[in-house]
């Protein structure tokens, strides 16, 4: 058996940055994304295709001066995954599985028949579980207690009254489960987790010279930080590489130009 690998529960979004002569044709988004998929080497075999709804789509206007970006969101009624869907994913593929946090209740089932596995195999091939509060939902909010990493988004934070990502990871601390990890970005004022020592962890922002583009800015730092994670790293080493990567990200267009040379080296600065 190969490496284990790490699997992203969520939905996939068509996001129109800029179009040089023509948009995608009308009926060629899923082909676009699963070419897309491809050509980065990203194992589309667990896909749930769905009969109903359409793929949904972002136009999204990205300021050169400064990269912030103004998105138009065409969401439509696309299902989202259940936990009837999951039942066909071999587990022991996997070493750490993340949810985007979307429908917990069907999600949460999925967290349940992950940590059902993982109370009968050996220690050393328990998949890890993380999640992420993106969206100002209630029902959310239930899922702070299902993940060993919770990333809690900026905007959530604020909506719930914190003024910053180290108020918020002590402030919310409470609502994640014993042993967890929480975890903040704040944008250009960094990143703080925290854990069960009760020491707050800071990473400030690494800007680029100039930037480009900040589209996608948050996915990538929970990305790179659950890389690094995966890979061995603390998790003060962790949220100071998903600074770094998020960093060069805004220092790019889209993100092909994210990781120039040895990534393993930049877990090591």
Known sequence: MGEKRILCVGLVCLDIINVVERYPEEDTDTSFIMSDFSKRNIDASNVRWQTLGDTPCACCLVNIS???????????????????????????QYKWMHWEGRNADEQIKMIHKVNDYNNICPTDQRITISVEIEKEREDLYQLFQYG????????????????????????????????????????????????????????????????VDTLGAGDTFNASVIYALSKGQTMEEAITFGCRIAGKKCGVQGYDGIVSGDLHSFCHE
């Not at 103004?70 to 989202?80: E, K, R």
């Not at 918020?168 to 994640?176: D, F, K, Q, T």
């Open 66 to 92: 400064n990269g912030a970006r103004t998105v138009t969101l065409y969401d439509t009624n696309l299902p989202d995954v259940t936990a009837n869907d999951f039942q066909n994913v071999d587990l022991t």
């Open 148 to 211: 060993e990493l919770v990333f809690v988004s900026k905007d959530v934070a604020r909506h719930l009254g914190y003024n910053s990502s180290a108020e918020a990871v002590a402030g919310l601390y409470p609502r994640v489960k014993s042993g967890a990890y929480l975890v903040c970005a704040w944008a250009e004022q960094g990143a703080d987790a925290l854990g069960p020592d009760g020491r707050v962890l800071h990473s400030p922002s690494f800007p680029p010279e100039t930037i």
